[in-house]
């Protein structure tokens, strides 16, 4: 019988106020909001910033206090110094090393917030557009 009844009503609350009832909401409300109240709701931000800026800050300031460098990471990072913005290949040409030790240790570096990407440009021994490189 309760089943009945509650079907009955939820036809009932459809029927008068559409597939759109639910609860009623400030609209619905019958008696006017107070001025304080009303003052500090018009008042207040319609959006929370995020604080994602401030994260990755302190990220980078964690993990630079932690962080110690390999001889590697050092000579690749010394070689940026030297060249001014330059490309993994360029950096790899100017070390005599192989491009995948070149590539990963700028990556960490990067990672570390040490390195930071410098825009995209013609490498001057390959030719190809590619990121390169600066020290932050």
């Known amino acids: 019988m309760s089943r009945f009844r509650r079907n009955t009503f939820r036809r009932e609350v459809l029927g008068r106020f559409g597939s759109t009832a639910g609860l009623p909401l400030f609209d619905a409300v ?16 319609k959006s929370m910033p995020l604080a994602t800026d401030t994260r990755k800050l ?27 913005p330059s490309t993994n290949r360029e950096i ?18 990067r990672q570390y917030g040490v390195v ?3 825009g995209r440009r013609k490498c001057k021994i390959g030719g190809n557009i590619c990121h390169q490189w600066k020290v932050k």
């Open 30 to 45: 019958s008696k006017p909001i107070p001025e304080p109240i009303r003052s500090r709701f018009e008042s207040a931000p």
């Open 58 to 84: 302190s990220h980078v300031i964690t993990t630079h206090d932690k962080m110690k460098l390999t001889a590697r990471q050092l000579k690749v990072l010394d070689t940026i110094r030297l060249l001014g």
């Open 92 to 109: 790899r040409e100017h070390l005599g090393w192989e491009i995948n030790c070149v590539t990963g240790r700028t990556f960490e570096l």
């Open 116 to 118: 930071v990407d410098a």
